[in-house]
């Protein structure tokens, strides 16, 4: 399957790091395709215009979310509902996300969709040793997943 899905679309290598195609935009919303491969993450960043929607079709991701208080929460995007998956998860505008390949899953795939429609001047890829002092509880985990 990851062989058809990489030759069905004109992917990009997305600057918060997974692989992308924008599939329609208007003033009302923005949807893509999304894909992970082993190594691939999609580094903290967040929205300033729009809340993001994500929902997973194949593969199971951890969605890494600060709100900006600090609160954090981890999302489990997958389809083992019975074992506290979550199909769709939504990140109100402003938060910081991130998100990577689950443990021993070879890729996954799915959709991002934000409403109202997405703004490059509106993302912001979080600077590490920024969020860092912001949020020095979650250092760890954002020097995990931010690039140097």
């Known amino acids: 399957m990851l062989e058809q899905l990489l030759r069905a679309y004109q992917w990009f290598d997305h ?3 997974m692989k992308f195609v924008e599939a329609q935009q208007d003033a009302f919303r923005t949807v893509g395709h999304w ?5 691939a ?9 729009c809340e993001e929607i994500w929902a997973l079709h194949v593969g199971r991701l951890h969605l ?4 900006p208080d600090g ?7 997958g389809l083992d509902l019975a074992g506290g998956d ?8 402003g938060h910081w996300q991130a998100a990577e390949l689950a443990p021993a ?15 490059y001047s509106e993302l912001q890829i979080a600077p590490r040793l920024e969020l ?10 954002i020097v995990q997943l931010t690039h140097p």
């Open 41 to 49: 993450m999609s580094a903290f960043h967040r929205v300033l215009n």
């Open 105 to 119: 899953v070879p890729f996954a795939f799915g959709t991002n969709v934000c409403a109202p429609g997405f703004r």
């Open 71 to 77: 609160a954090y929460r981890l999302v489990r995007l």
């Open 64 to 67: 890494h979310v600060i709100a």
């Open 15 to 17: 600057p918060e790091g």
């Open 35 to 39: 894909l992970f491969q082993p190594g």
């Open 86 to 93: 979550v199909p769709v998860a939504t990140v109100p505008k």
């Open 132 to 141: 860092a002092e912001l949020f020095p509880q979650h250092q760890d985990l």
